[in-house]
């Protein structure tokens, strides 16, 4: 344990001597006796594993208890400043809690209100001690945070005497079975009187059995994760529909239109998580991935199958015709071409500049084009397009062989670029297609979903082009997606599962596909989960079934016969083609006018150059003369 740790238990132990001696006088009333022997059977046999016990309790009630166990792993709180003890309790893990308090509802309130706003959760064993002879168990388990919690015991005084030998206690625990707005609900069930039924169990596992009871399951409509109509079913259902076969319960759909929802800071929410979060469904799921903003206010299952989310992205674009002489060379080559011409030249200049000192007695100093510089250039991309020099050089001369091994060197220029002019000239040449999340930020392409929650993977990323994607994302309805759809030049984000099936959405069809291509390279990967309320008591029985189902393999036939029954697979077969960002036109065409209309253009603007400079040259000369 660190200092802090310690320096806490420090100043807890002393809190319960000043709690002893001072604040609770001790008292030999006869059910206070008897109270102190039943709560330490009751804590020694079933709270002796937890971490620490909270006791709870404030003065004025004649059957105040006195704890007999006196240990630095009790949390003493005074009921009027239980919220900032709660808050220690929860940071480290206290699982027990003994309340002694004229209003143990009201506790409950705090209880719950310290766990929705810390982020540790567990589900806690809770002994309530009277307050006085007054029955009050159908009280407090019939509060609203009651209705979520499985261990909850109350001890009423049944009969009362004059030594503790008379005192009878009733044990009651919360009905768990039935929810508190069940017609007819009786809040608690007796599980015996003390000292009588000493053999009996006063926290039954009530999760082993559920007793037929009614677990209202939060999800949407989404094929093959879950359906709601015509029958509900699906993959996450039928691990929520296995957990009810095993634990006997019935499971009924909760639904509403906001899809996987959202949380506020005010408590509230809608959708999936909305629905769990608010009490109005016991578990959640349906396509619910990892997220940490939820996480922080709710329970997650262990994870099971992992799927991939990546976008729907328009088809490459062919490259305009006009682009043929250009595109028949990268960039590098274009680069080399240019810097070999560039070379040309200034070797031409330097040694025709200097051809007597190269080689005495030989005459060979050019004129004419070689003698500027701007004519060598000239001459140099003359021979780049394999022209020959206007007049003979001499036979044998520096100048010659200079110019021998530079028209070999664009002869193999020139044979490259013909082969690469003949391929783009017959097959069709695309734009880089997108497939990775990288191509997709830098394309600038807006992606849409039908809801939000396809980029809460994404809000935590600290990659500049994963927090630009999030900045591209919109969610529109159903209809606004299918207007967007057929207009194209748009994403559409979709969900890869596990065995290869792709979920459906309504604004998918084939006709929209065909002129979109799947991103190959996911956005983000995340394994499915379904969520609970925080330290819900159905959690540690869900995980352990997860772990059989995993085992057995049941999640991908559940997926499997999920899309076969309710998929469509011609839509499945469309979207596995639709992987490849290849063109119906890769294939050789017949060569046309319009494959050769670069080559005119630059003819025409080749030509327009020259004869506009050629007219400002005698424009110019006139002047001069003049």
């Given at each position: 344990?660190?200092?802090?740790?310690?320096?806490?238990?420090?100043?807890?132990?002393?809190?319960?001597?000043?709690?002893?001696?001072?604040?609770?006088?001790?008292?030999?009333e006869?059910?206070s006796?008897?109270?102190?022997?039943?709560?330490?059977?009751?804590?020694?046999?079933?709270?002796?594993?937890?971490?620490?016990?909270?006791?709870?309790?404030?003065?004025?009630?004649?059957?105040?208890?006195?704890?007999?166990?006196?240990?630095?792993?009790?949390?003493?709180?005074?009921?009027?400043?239980?919220?900032?003890?709660?808050?220690?309790?929860?940071d480290?893990?206290?699982?027990g809690?003994?309340?002694?308090?004229?209003?143990?509802?009201?506790?409950?309130?705090?209880?719950?209100l310290?766990?929705?706003?810390?982020?540790?959760?567990?589900n806690?064993?809770?002994?309530?001690?009277?307050w006085?002879?007054?029955?009050?168990?159908?009280?407090?388990?019939?509060?609203?945070v009651?209705?979520?919690?499985?261990?909850?015991?109350?001890?009423?005084?049944?009969?009362?005497?004059?030594?503790?030998?008379?005192?009878?206690?009733?044990?009651?625990?919360?009905?768990?079975?039935?929810?508190?707005?069940?017609?007819?609900?009786e809040?608690s069930?007796?599980?015996?009187?003390?000292?009588?039924?000493?053999?009996?169990?006063?926290?039954?596992?009530k999760?082993s059995?559920?007793?037929?009871k009614?677990?209202?399951?939060?999800?949407?409509?989404?094929?093959?994760?879950a359906?709601l109509?015509?029958?509900?079913d699906?993959?996450?259902?039928?691990?929520?529909?296995?957990?009810?076969e095993?634990?006997?319960c019935?499971?009924?759909?909760?639904?509403?239109?906001?899809?996987?929802?959202?949380?506020?800071?005010?408590?509230?929410?809608n959708?999936?998580?909305?629905?769990?979060?608010?009490?109005?469904?016991?578990?959640g799921?349906?396509a619910?991935?990892?997220?940490?903003n939820?996480?922080?206010?709710?329970?997650?299952?262990?994870?099971?199958?992992?799927?991939?989310?990546?976008?729907?992205?328009p088809?490459?674009r062919?490259?305009?015709?006009?682009?043929?002489p250009?595109?028949?060379?990268?960039?590098?080559?274009?680069?080399?071409?240019?810097a070999?011409?560039?070379?040309?030249?200034?070797?031409?200049?330097?040694?025709?500049?200097?051809?007597?000192?190269?080689?005495?007695?030989?005459?060979?100093?050019?004129?004419?084009?070689?003698?500027?510089?701007?004519?060598?250039?000239?001459?140099?991309?003359?021979?780049?397009?394999?022209?020959?020099?206007?007049?003979?050089?001499?036979?044998?001369?520096?100048?010659?062989?200079?110019?021998?091994?530079?028209?070999?060197?664009?002869?193999?220029?020139?044979?490259?670029?013909s082969?690469?002019?003949?391929?783009?000239?017959?097959v069709?040449?695309?734009?880089?297609?997108?497939?990775?999340?990288?191509?997709?930020?830098?394309?600038?392409?807006?992606?849409?979903?039908?809801?939000?929650?396809?980029?809460?993977?994404?809000?935590?990323?600290?990659?500049?082009?994963?927090?630009?994607?999030?900045k591209?994302?919109?969610?529109?309805?159903?209809?606004?997606?299918?207007a967007y759809?057929?207009?194209?030049?748009?994403?559409?984000?979709i969900?890869?599962?596990?065995?290869?099936?792709?979920?459906?959405?309504?604004?998918?069809?084939?006709?929209?596909?065909?002129?979109?291509?799947?991103?190959?390279?996911?956005?983000?990967?995340?394994?499915?989960?379904?969520?609970?309320?925080?330290?819900?008591?159905?959690?540690?029985?869900?995980?352990?079934l997860?772990?059989?189902?995993?085992?057995?393999?049941?999640?991908?036939?559940?997926?499997?016969?999920?899309?076969?029954k309710?998929?469509?697979?011609?839509?499945?077969?469309?979207?596995?083609?639709?992987?490849?960002?290849?063109?119906?036109?890769?294939h050789?065409?017949?060569?046309?006018?319009?494959?050769?209309?670069?080559?005119?253009?630059?003819?025409?603007?080749?030509?327009?150059?020259?004869?506009?400079?050629?007219?400002?040259?005698?424009y110019?000369?006139?002047?001069?003369?003049?």
């Amino acid at each position: 344990m660190d200092v802090t740790g310690s320096c806490f238990f420090m100043i807890t132990a002393m809190s319960l001597m000043i709690v002893k001696g001072q604040i609770i006088p001790h008292m030999e009333e006869p059910v206070s006796v008897a109270l102190d022997q039943l709560v330490y059977e009751v804590t020694s046999q079933y709270m002796d594993g937890v971490n620490c016990l909270v006791w709870v309790t404030n003065r004025g009630s004649p059957y105040e208890w006195n704890p007999s166990m006196f240990s630095p792993h009790v949390i003493v709180a005074s009921a009027d400043s239980v919220q900032e003890i709660l808050k220690y309790s929860f940071d480290y893990n206290c699982q027990g809690y003994i309340v002694q308090t004229s209003s143990p509802e009201e506790f409950l309130n705090k209880w719950e209100l310290t766990q929705s706003n810390h982020l540790r959760r567990h589900n806690p064993k809770m002994l309530f001690l009277p307050w006085d002879d007054r029955a009050y168990s159908d009280v407090l388990f019939n509060s609203e945070v009651a209705n979520f919690l499985s261990d909850l015991l109350a001890i009423q005084v049944l009969e009362n005497g004059p030594t503790p030998d008379d005192i009878i206690f009733e044990i009651v625990t919360n009905n768990f079975y039935e929810a508190i707005d069940t017609p007819d609900h009786e809040a608690s069930i007796v599980l015996g009187v003390w000292p009588l039924n000493l053999t009996s169990n006063w926290f039954p596992d009530k999760i082993s059995d559920l007793k037929g009871k009614t677990i209202k399951y939060a999800t949407l409509q989404y094929p093959p994760y879950a359906q709601l109509t015509p029958e509900f079913d699906g993959m996450d259902v039928r691990l929520a529909q296995t957990f009810c076969e095993h634990y006997n319960c019935s499971l009924i759909p909760v639904s509403d239109d906001n899809l996987w929802g959202e949380l506020w800071e005010n408590k509230s929410g809608n959708g999936i998580v909305g629905n769990v979060y608010m009490g109005k469904a016991d578990i959640g799921g349906g396509a619910v991935y990892l997220w940490y903003n939820e996480y922080k206010n709710l329970d997650f299952s262990y994870p099971y199958l992992e799927s991939r989310v990546t976008v729907l992205v328009p088809k490459p674009r062919q490259l305009p015709e006009w682009s043929i002489p250009i595109i028949a060379f990268s960039p590098a080559m274009w680069g080399v071409q240019f810097a070999s011409i560039a070379i040309t030249a200034v070797l031409l200049f330097t040694v025709n500049k200097n051809a007597e000192k190269i080689a005495p007695g030989i005459e060979e100093r050019r004129k004419g084009e070689f003698a500027t510089f701007s004519g060598i250039v000239m001459r140099s991309f003359g021979m780049a397009l394999l022209q020959p020099p206007g007049m003979r050089l001499i036979s044998g001369s520096v100048l010659q062989r200079f110019f021998t091994l530079f028209e070999i060197l664009f002869l193999l220029f020139t044979t490259i670029y013909s082969g690469a002019l003949s391929s783009v000239l017959t097959v069709p040449v695309y734009y880089p297609p997108i497939d990775s999340p990288r191509a997709l930020y830098k394309s600038g392409i807006t992606w849409m979903a039908d809801h939000d929650a396809w980029v809460y993977s994404l809000q935590q990323a600290t990659q500049p082009y994963l927090q630009g994607l999030v900045k591209q994302f919109e969610a529109h309805e159903t209809n606004n997606l299918i207007a967007y759809s057929k207009k194209g030049g748009y994403g559409f984000a979709i969900e890869i599962m596990a065995a290869g099936h792709v979920t459906h959405t309504a604004h998918l069809s084939g006709e929209m596909i065909l002129g979109l291509h799947v991103m190959k390279k996911e956005l983000y990967t995340s394994p499915s989960v379904t969520i609970f309320r925080k330290g819900s008591p159905y959690a540690e029985k869900f995980n352990w079934l997860v772990h059989r189902c995993l085992d057995a393999g049941l999640f991908l036939t559940w997926e499997t016969h999920s899309t076969i029954k309710y998929l469509s697979s011609r839509l499945q077969t469309a979207l596995k083609l639709s992987e490849s960002s290849g063109h119906e036109l890769d294939h050789p065409v017949k060569l046309k006018l319009i494959h050769v209309q670069g080559a005119f253009i630059l003819l025409c603007f080749g030509s327009s150059a020259a004869i506009i400079i050629f007219l400002i040259e005698i424009y110019y000369h006139k002047l001069v003369k003049k």
